[in-house]
């Protein structure tokens, strides 16, 4: 899986050729799905306008043209938080016994 803030492409390999079908959403119920009905061996979807910093479930489906279908178990995955800007200063707090000095560099 490769994993961004907002988006996730998930891949994977059947030994026969077969369609792409991945369940995903915010809990094991799913609710949402990206397929691609093209049969392939290398299978490659993206999923979009996900929730940074949040824990996603995903289930893996593929059907060949003869109708065998294979699927895995439930899977998990994080997408990435919000990238908090780096400071354009240092500061630093040194705490004296009951007092604070705050100094920026």
Do not use: M, R
């Not at 995903?24 to 990206?34: E, F, K, M, P």
């Not at 065998?68 to 908090?84: A, H, N």
């Not at 630093?92 to 016994?97: A, G, K, R, T």
């Amino acid at each position: 899986k490769d994993i961004i803030q907002n988006e996730v492409t998930v891949s994977w390999l059947t030994n026969i050729e077969a369609d792409s079908l991945v369940e995903y959403g915010l809990t094991a119920d799913y609710g949402l799905s990206v397929s691609d009905e093209k049969f392939t061996k290398e299978h490659s979807l993206k999923i979009s306008e996900l929730l940074p910093g949040t824990l996603h479930y995903f289930k893996i489906k593929s059907q060949t043209a003869a109708g065998k279908e294979s699927e895995t178990d439930d899977l998990i995955f994080s997408t990435l938080g919000y990238q908090v800007p780096e400071p354009e200063k240092n500061i630093f707090c040194i705490y004296h016994n009951q007092s604070v000095s705050i100094f920026t560099v």
